[in-house]
C-alpha cells in the first residue's frame, strides 16, 4: 500500500495504472513534470512546486486549466492513500493523446499522472562526507534548444549526462553549456563557496531554478552570506573552498570530489554545513515534524 499511482484521478496500486501509447508525453516527450517530497508528511514547498509546473506548462503551451482533474487535491488524495511513510511525488502533466503528427490542435485534454512512493533515502555517509562529482561531456542543452527552466520529461540528455558520470564511478555529472560555463547536476543544482562567498550559476547560463537553490539562496543571504547567481568555469568547481548539490530529494549534499579532486581535503566545509543546519531547521518549522533527508539516519 506504499505506492499510489493516480492517472486522471483514478487512484489504484501502480500494476493497473494505464496512459494510452497515444499520449504525447510517450510518442515525443511532450510533457512537464515536479518532484515533491514529504516531511512529517505534508508536501514540502507545494505551492512553489506548483507554481513552477504551471510555469513549465506554459512555456510549452501545455493548457495547464484544461488538466482533467484539479492538481493540488489529487495530490493529497494520493498522499492519503499512499500509507504514512515518508513519500517521493512525481507529478506528470501531457500535452494528452493526439494522433501521430506534431500538431498539437487535435490533443488533450492533458494527462495528469501523479506517482507516490516511499522517499528514497540518502546514506547517511553521502551527508556526513558528501559525494563525487564529475564534469562530463554531454552538454546541457542551450536555451535555445529546449530550455533547462522548463522542467521537462524529455530527459534523455539529462540520462545520458548519468550514464556518463556513472562510468566515471561519479554520484552525480556536472554539465557544461556550450560556452564552457558551468550549469547544474542531471537532476541537482550546484553551489560553490570561494572566498567566504556562495556562488551558483545563473538562469542566462541554462539551469532549472531549482526550488531547493532557491530556499538555499533565501537562507544564506538571511543568514549575512554574501550570496551571489554568477557565471562560473569549471575550474572554480576543482578548486572550490567549498561545494554542494541541492535538490528535493537530495536536500543540501557536500561535494567530496569533482574529477578526482578533493574540494576542501574532502571533508564538508563550514558553510555547506552551516547551510545544512539551516535547511534543517526551516524543515522542521514548515513541517514541525519532519527532517531533511538522511538525517534521520545512523
Ligand atoms: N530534479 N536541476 C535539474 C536538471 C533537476 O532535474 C532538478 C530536480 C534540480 C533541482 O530542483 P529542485 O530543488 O526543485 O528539486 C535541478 C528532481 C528532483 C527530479 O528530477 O526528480
Redesign the pocket.
Known amino acids: 500500500m506504499s505506492e499510489r499511482i493516480n492517472v486522471n484521478g483514478v487512484l489504484g496500486p501502480p500494476e493497473t495504472a494505464c496512459v494510452s501509447p497515444l499520449d504525447r508525453g510517450f510518442l515525443f516527450g511532450d510533457s512537464v513534470y515536479e ?1 515533491i517530497r514529504t516531511y512529517g508528511g505534508r508536501p514540502f514547498l507545494l505551492r512553489e512546486h506548483l507554481q513552477r509546473l504551471r510555469r513549465s506548462a506554459e512555456l510549452l503551451e501545455i493548457p495547464y486549466d484544461r488538466a482533467p482533474v484539479d492538481i493540488e487535491p489529487e495530490i493529497h488524495r494520493t498522499i492519503a492513500d499512499a500509507g504514512p511513510s515518508e513519500k517521493a511525488i ?1 507529478v506528470v502533466l501531457t500535452r494528452g493523446q493526439g494522433p501521430l503528427g506534431y500538431d498539437p490542435e487535435p490533443c488533450g485534454p492533458p494527462t495528469v499522472v501523479i506517482h507516490a512512493r516511499p522517499c528514497p533515502e540518502i546514506p547517511a555517509s553521502f551527508v556526513r562526507e558528501g559525494v563525487d562529482v564529475a564534469v562530463v561531456d554531454v552538454t546541457r542543452n542551450p536555451r535555445t534548444s529546449l530550455d ?1 527552466a522548463i ?1 521537462s520529461s524529455n530527459l534523455l540528455n ?1 540520462f545520458l549526462a548519468w550514464r556518463a558520470a556513472q562510468r566515471l564511478g561519479a554520484y552525480e555529472p556536472i554539465l557544461l553549456n556550450a560556452s564552457e560555463r558551468l550549469t ?6 550546484l553551489f560553490v563557496v570561494r572566498a567566504a562567498r556562495l556562488l551558483t550559476p545563473p538562469p542566462a547560463d541554462g ?2 531554478e ?4 532557491g530556499l538555499v539562496l533565501e537562507l544564506a543571504r538571511a543568514d549575512g552570506l554574501d550570496a551571489s547567481e554568477e557565471s562560473l568555469e569549471a575550474d572554480s568547481l576543482r578548486s572550490a573552498d567549498e561545494a554542494f548539490l ?4 537530495k536536500g543540501i549534499l557536500p561535494i567530496r570530489r569533482c574529477d578526482g579532486w578533493p574540494i576542501r581535503h574532502g571533508r564538508p566545509g563550514p558553510i555547506t554545513r552551516r547551510l545544512m543546519a539551516l535547511f534543517e531547521a526551516r524543515v522542521q518549522v514548515e513541517t514541525n515534524t519532519g527532517s531533511a533527508p538522511g538525517s534521520t539516519l545512523k
Open positions: 518532484t512525481r533547462p522542467k539529462n547544474e547536476g542531471a537532476s541537482s543544482n539551469i532549472l531549482g526550488i531547493t537553490r541541492t535538490a528535493t530529494l
